[in-house]
């Protein structure tokens, strides 16, 4: 079983409409972040976690909220989709080891906002 | 603000040459640098660290080097298969620890 799990891996959704994506882990880590990726951009931060009272805004927060449900959940939510939240999303995880300090991808969410 | 290059965007190379995917940062105040490779459809996966006090890293065909002064990475594959084919990205720590910064990416084709 893959340690990042996302859910919906594809999903189509109108303008206005409120959709939430979810992160699952279980490598037992504090940390967890929520990036998209658009061509031509990269993937830039939107929210990160390093506990489940800790909630930080990143780069591109407006228009999206989160919630840590637990150590191993982090689900992020487009309150009313907009066409260009079309992108591809992604989970992390981290354990916080300072300079050695990387991240765990979760495969993506390609979410269509038409 | 830190602001990550990765050159060349795109790369096509035959079987079994060797190559150099090239990344600058602006700011050389950072926690560690990383290269990651992506596949299309599935998530980044981690192929080298190398932290702010080191110059290289080596796994397998895979050697990358950091040098801070310059504000330049390198990612050295060598004799290059075709399942090397992926977008590899560069990214890096900043010094909060707190948030990676990415390239866009090198997408890499190599034919056989």
């Known amino acids: 079983d893959a340690d990042v799990t996302q859910t919906p891996r594809n999903r189509i959704t109108k303008t206005g409409k409120r959709i939430m994506l979810e992160c699952s882990q279980t490598?037992?880590?504090?940390?967890m972040y929520w990036y998209r990726q658009d061509p031509g951009l990269g993937l830039r931060l939107i929210y990160y976690s390093f506990d489940v009272k800790d909630i930080n805004k990143g780069e591109i927060s407006d228009g999206y909220s989160v919630s840590r449900q637990a150590q191993a959940k982090f689900s992020l939510s487009l309150e009313s989709a907009i066409p260009n939240q079309t992108a591809l999303y992604f989970c992390?995880?981290?354990?916080?080891?300072?300079?050695?300090?990387?991240?765990?991808f979760g495969p993506g969410t390609r979410l269509l906002v038409l | 603000k830190q602001e990550v290059t990765q050159i060349p965007a795109a790369l096509s190379v035959p079987e079994g040459e060797n190559l150099v995917l090239n990344c600058s940062f602006t700011d050389s105040a950072i926690y560690n640098l990383q290269w990651f490779r992506q596949d299309p459809g599935k998530g980044l996966t981690s192929l080298l660290l190398?932290?702010?006090?080191?110059r290289e890293q080596t796994s397998g065909r895979l050697n990358a080097s950091l040098d801070k002064s310059s504000g330049r990475s390198t990612l050295y594959i060598a004799a290059s298969q075709p399942g090397d084919s992926a977008t590899y990205l560069c990214?890096?720590?900043?010094?909060?620890?707190?948030?990676?910064?990415f390239g866009k990416g090198t997408t890499l084709s190599v034919s056989s």
């Open positions: 990214a890096l720590l900043n010094q909060a620890g707190t948030a990676l910064i």
């Open positions: 190398i932290q702010s006090s080191q």
């Open positions: 992390a995880t981290g354990p916080g080891d300072g300079g050695l300090e990387t991240q765990y």
């Open positions: 490598k037992g880590h504090d940390r």
